[in-house]
């Protein structure tokens, strides 16, 4: 009797759990080719690509509402090649919106239009006309490659967390610029027209971390309003400058090298210590409007043509930085 208690019982949590598993899957739209262009999301809830979106016209997805989850589900929006396409997938001012898992090609606006809490996960947005990924406030940009868009490449908000995306080869902007008080960490930045990485503009303060990021090949490497925090970086081979930092930024541990500018630059109260500045056409180390209240130490210095440092106080009394060799 009890043997067949428990068969019964398992035979009916089986068919619960398969019940449960049924409406879960049911319960993400499929979104498939339309007869007309855009599709409109106007519910809140989850939605999934079944097969690629060739856009003829317009936008490819407009959502209407907040609080959608978009899974590309490893298929592509694809724009059209006669130059018709809008945005791939336009949620601007739309709350709580997250795309991830697909790609975003060949549109002819931006790629993936965001508004505040959106995130984007996994997607590669690459060759659209416009900007690749444009967020509001308050966004989670990770994981994903942005490469060969017309403008900027990753293009965010404050208190924005990006991190671990390629921003490559945007051609008339920045590969990422973010707003106040964001994190930009352990992406690859190279090759974009404006420059790798801006932490806002020098009308406000950035106050902001910029770590662990490479951005070589750019017109300027990195720039950073006041009260950055720049650490762990690579900046070498830009046309420009390597770094700058704004007011009272700490600039350490970062590599910059044969740039055509000046390695580094730093603003009144600002510390510049334990970098890696060789070979810059310009001078290495050079702090811009500081009245003495810059400091720099532990610095190893070399081969920059317009001199090692200029301006700033060598912190400590033994001259703690190596210049060409000689302590400075």
Not at 76 to 104: E, L, P, Q, R, W
Not at 200 to 215: E, G, K, L, M, Q
Not at 227 to 238: L, M, Q, R, S
Not at 253 to 272: M, V
Request: charged share 10%; net charge neutral.
């Amino acid at each position: 009797m009890r043997t067949r208690q428990t068969v019964v019982r398992c035979a009916c949590l089986t068919v619960w759990m398969m019940l449960l598993g049924s409406g879960a899957a049911s319960a993400q739209v499929a979104l498939r080719q339309p007869a007309k262009f855009p599709i409109k999301i106007s519910k809140p809830g989850s939605y999934r690509l079944a097969e690629n979106l060739d856009v003829k016209g317009g936008d490819g997805i407009d959502v209407l509402t907040g609080n959608v989850t978009i899974d590309l589900n490893g298929f592509s929006i694809i724009g059209s090649s006669d130059k018709s396409s809008g945005i791939g997938i336009n949620a601007a001012k739309m709350a709580f919106v997250k795309v991830s898992n697909g790609s975003i090609v060949n549109m002819t606006g931006a790629g993936l239009v965001l508004g505040d809490s959106g995130a984007a996960k996994g997607v590669r947005v690459n060759g659209n006309g416009a900007d690749g990924v444009v967020c509001a406030n308050d966004c989670e940009i990770i994981d994903n490659g942005v490469t060969n868009n017309a403008f900027y490449g990753i293009f965010a908000g404050q208190n924005a967390i990006v991190s671990r995306n390629s921003a490559n080869d945007n051609r008339n902007g920045f590969g990422i610029t973010v707003g106040q008080g964001s994190s930009v960490t352990e992406n690859v930045a190279n090759g974009n027209a404006l420059g790798g990485i801006r932490g806002t503009n020098h009308a406000s303060p950035c106050n902001c971390r910029i770590v662990d990021n490479t951005t070589n090949g750019n017109s300027v490497g990195i720039v950073v309003a006041d009260f950055g925090v720049i650490t762990g970086n690579v900046a070498n081979g830009n046309g420009s400058f390597g770094i700058c930092g704004g007011k009272s930024s700490t600039i350490t541990g970062n590599t910059a090298s044969a740039n055509t500018g000046q390695g580094i630059i730093g603003f009144a109260g600002s510390l510049i210590q334990g970098n890696t500045v060789m070979g810059n056409q310009s001078v290495g180390i050079q702090f811009m409007d500081d009245d003495g209240t810059g400091g720099y130490g532990l610095n190893v210095l070399l081969g920059n043509l317009g001199g090692d440092v200029s301006g700033g106080h060598s912190l400590g009394a033994g001259n703690t930085n190596v210049c060409s060799g000689s302590n400075c």
